[in-house]
């Protein structure tokens, strides 16, 4: 395990909760591996306090741990973003520990890869349950905050798989084209009150769960190994996890305060529009 160090200031005690001052509170959900991991360390660099959400307790207490290791502030929650219930429950914990939510990282997600036409119900509602119902639901749930004291900030993971469909990655491509809807949609509902949505859409990244299993089911559908497609990009190479975390904490800094429903690519230039 790496040990990352964070500047923060002395802990104040607030209700029986011990809070930084100044210090503001992220939700980063999906944030037990791969992109969420390396998008909950870099907020808590960032001086957030960071709820690191995931459905597997083991892996958000790991990556909590890890940013507590380095003088950082997190608090792991075990949470099906699928499940409103779950997600309102998650939210008001997050608020009672950690403080009224400032950032909302919408990371969740999974996927299957299969041609549309053996595409089963239940593989089309489990997708989309995680990768649009999860990013709903959580957005429903920090709202009602946001509105309340007039600001906030809403990130949601997209792909660029989302602006353009492939072959066998159909549900995953519509979900997050979906994503990339919902942020423009939201963007324009509350602009007015001072917060701002956007995305990110990641192109081929390496060092995921998400990167291994695309690389163990896309051999059954001929699709390249990831060191292959790698030479399709005019980089000449896979995107690293926290290079996506790089454009997470620019939307979500005062550097971006005049952008809103955009979707950028992250993509080593493999997808430019």
């Known amino acids: 395990m790496r040990l990352i160090i964070f500047a923060d200031k002395e802990p104040l005690k607030i209700r029986g909760v011990y809070m930084s001052r100044d210090k503001k509170v992220s939700i980063v959900t999906g944030a037990g591996a791969g992109i969420g991991r390396a998008i909950a360390i870099r907020m808590a660099k960032e001086g957030f306090a960071v709820a690191v959400v995931d459905v597997v307790r083991d892996r958000a207490e ?117 994503v990339i809807s919902i942020t423009q949609s939201l963007s324009r509902e509350v602009a007015t009150s001072g917060i701002r949505v956007n995305a990110v859409c990641p192109g081929l990244i390496e060092e995921t769960p998400m990167r291994e299993q695309v690389q163990s089911e896309g051999k059954a559908y001929g699709l390249p190994p990831a060191s292959e497609r790698a030479q399709t990009i005019p980089m000449k190479r896979m995107g690293k996890p926290e290079e996506v975390a790089n454009a997470v904490v620019f939307l979500a800094s005062n550097e971006a305060s005049y952008m809103t429903g955009q979707a950028v690519n992250v993509t080593g230039g493999l997808w430019v529009h």
């Open 62 to 178: 790991s990556i909590a741990k890890e940013i507590r290791m380095g003088s950082g502030q997190a608090e792991p929650i075990v949470c099906d973003v699928g499940d409103r219930a779950q997600v309102f429950q998650m939210v008001e914990k997050v608020t009672q520990t950690l403080g009224e939510v400032d950032l909302l990282v919408n990371n969740a997600g999974i996927i299957r890869l299969a041609p549309l036409a053996d595409i089963s119900e239940q593989h089309w509602r489990e997708i989309f349950r995680v990768n649009v119902d999860g990013l709903l639901f959580c957005c429903q749930g920090v709202l009602p905050g946001m509105t309340a004291r007039q600001k906030g900030n809403i990130v949601n993971i997209s792909s660029w798989n989302g602006k353009l469909g492939a072959a066998n990655f159909s549900t995953y491509s519509a979900t997050k084209a979906v």
